[in-house]
């Protein structure tokens, strides 16, 4: 069982491998000198492969395409009249002649660079290859022109400026002036897109990026992206994801059954209890040992596993009313707390920020209210004289790992019990504890966690880039979380870093109340996860601060 955790994270990894191919792709893009970015990004008057293959220099007609003439003159080819990016503009506004050509190319006047640069690795090479294969298509300039003309105009928007829009440049960016109020807007015109392109595209309000001032009708000023939908909208899940996600399941199941094993510390044989404590124990003992104890623990993995289950459940319950679809869960194993909850993806694009608050809350809430239920029913039976063959032992210090549940248990159990070297409770107080700890992670305000979109759906993607710094920074110094600290952070980089992608209409902001209810789950997190420092442990009786 040791391993269950590093091979979760393997899986996790392999779910987010195309995440990351394009992330370097991107990055490998904008490297690239000014001419090779025109190949890239031009029209689709030619074809993806022939743009990609102009862009590594092995089109056999790029010479030809961009040669310098018999009569010294420069040859433009249509790549570099039909390219998107505003710098390029200028400098074709600038001057068309010989010598502007030269200057941007080099002084050689007998023939345009047909080669990348010598100094480029071999991993960018092959990312413009896979590029070739995997990029998206863009979106056709005729239908640019046509959605323009129809769409766009003095009663709705009037565009501006046009810019690349989309993780690659797939897309086109309307910027301009908002002729009316932006929901009334941004309605008129998904109407009139799907009148002129069919379900050809998607239609996106967002903030216009790096405004220099709000909108005169108040508020941030707005823009329209326009993108495929096969390349904007998710894809379904597929075969080898299902069987990952078995697989992580049934390591799931055996690390709750783990954890009930070693809720009973006080009963195992030493050499068991050995491994379980001591930190440089390799070797697992004879698993026939464990045997015993398997019936005992059984209880509460069904308690972990049913708090997990239920968290899902409230993701599905809230996202069908919206007709949001969700990939299957990934669950994550944990031998500590038992998992620490499931990756679900939105499958479809959510319609505004309002949805993804929505949903997000859902499944922490829903779990979160399972988790109270089995800690405080848990708490009752720990001072029930009647249930004296079921409690377990465990160390007191571990109270000491949340100063909300620490704080509660002091005050159901009373000094005398928790001021001691161990403690007697009921193994639901364990998964209770566990569940709303395992909960209060995924509400921490960074990346695609619940935490995360809830912050970007409540307060905007910019709220979140500050919440997230925030808590990285209390997760590194171990203010929050304690000795699970390092792990969950680790996990949160390699596997749920990336903010979730933009609403359909991200522009028009939630209501009071549900950003005062994330404020209020917030405060809460902080509260779990915060650890009894030993002063008050010692004052308010939380263990035994000075035998440790």
């Not at 005169?216 to 080898?240: D, H, I, N, Q, Y």
């Not at 039976?381 to 248990?409: C, H, K, R, Y």
């Not at 002091?410 to 000094?415: C, I, K, M, Q, V």
């Not at 917030?522 to 035998?547: F, K, M, S």
Request: net charge negative; aromatic share 10%.
């Amino acid at each position: 069982m040791g391993t269950l955790t590093s091979v979760a994270f393997a899986a996790a990894v392999n779910i987010r491998f195309r995440s990351f191919h394009r992330e370097n792709i991107k990055t490998t893009i904008t490297t690239l000198p000014k001419w090779q970015k025109r190949l890239c990004f031009s029209s689709t008057e030619d074809s993806h492969r022939f743009r990609i293959a102009k862009c590594l220099g092995n089109d056999e007609n790029s010479n030809r395409d961009d040669s310098i003439g018999e009569n010294g003159e420069t040859h433009k080819s249509s790549v570099v009249k039909t390219a998107t990016f505003e710098e390029e503009d200028e400098e074709t506004s600038k001057s068309s002649s010989a010598t502007s050509s030269s200057n941007e190319f080099g002084s050689d006047k007998t023939s345009m660079p047909s080669t990348i640069d010598p100094t480029y690795s071999s991993f960018q090479i092959d990312s413009f290859k896979l590029m070739e294969l995997l990029g998206p298509e863009k979106v056709d300039p005729a239908d640019v022109k046509l959605i323009k003309d129809k769409l766009f105009g003095y009663s709705t928007f009037w565009v501006t400026k046009e810019e690349p829009f989309g993780d690659l440049g797939e897309g086109i960016l309307f910027l301009g002036n908002l002729r009316g109020k932006k929901e009334d807007v941004f309605a008129k015109l998904q109407r009139k897109l799907v009148e002129v392109a069919s379900d050809k595209y998607n239609l996106f309000m967002i903030e216009e990026p790096n405004s220099e001032g709000p909108d005169p009708r108040g508020g941030a000023r707005v823009s329209f992206g326009l993108l495929r939908k096969e390349v904007s909208e998710p894809g379904p899940t597929t075969l080898w994801q299902y069987v990952i996600a078995l697989i992580l399941f049934l390591l799931t199941i055996g690390s709750s059954v783990e954890l009930g094993i070693a809720s009973q510390i006080n009963r195992l044989p030493p050499e068991v209890v050995k491994y379980f404590t001591d930190p440089n124990a390799v070797e697992p003992p004879d698993m026939e040992l464990l045997y015993p104890f398997v019936d005992a623990a059984l209880p509460l993995a069904y308690g972990v596993l049913g708090i997990l289950l239920f968290h899902e459940l409230g993701h599905f319950l809230a996202a069908v009313p919206k007709k949001v679809k969700l990939s299957i869960p990934y669950f994550i194993p944990n031998i500590t707390l038992g998992s620490f909850g499931a990756i679900t993806q939105f499958k479809s694009i959510l319609p505004d920020r309002s949805t993804k608050v929505d949903i997000s809350l859902a499944g922490p809430f829903a779990g979160a209210a399972l988790s109270v239920s089995m800690f405080a029913v848990g708490l009752f039976l720990s001072t029930e004289p009647d249930a004296a063959n079921d409690l377990v032992q465990v160390p007191s210090m571990l109270f000491q790992g949340s100063l909300l549940l620490g704080l509660i248990s002091r005050a159901t159990l009373g000094y005398a019990a928790l001021h001691a070297a161990t403690v007697s409770i009921h193994p639901l107080v364990i998964a209770g504890w566990c569940g709303l700890t395992t909960t209060a992670f995924n509400m921490l305000p960074v990346g695609c966690l619940d935490g995360g979109r809830a912050v970007q759906g409540a307060f905007g993607k910019n709220a979140l880039v500050t919440f997230g710094l925030s808590t990285y920074v209390m997760l590194g110094l171990r203010v929050l979380g304690g000795p699970l600290a390092l792990p969950w952070g680790l996990y949160v980089l390699i596997c749920q870093r990336t903010p979730e992608k933009p609403c359909l209409n991200d522009v028009t902001e939630v209501g009071t109340w549900r950003k005062a209810l994330v404020g209020i789950a917030l405060i809460l997190v902080v509260l779990t996860l915060l650890p009894v420092w030993d002063e008050l442990a010692e004052e308010v009786g939380i263990g035994l601060v000075t035998t440790f």
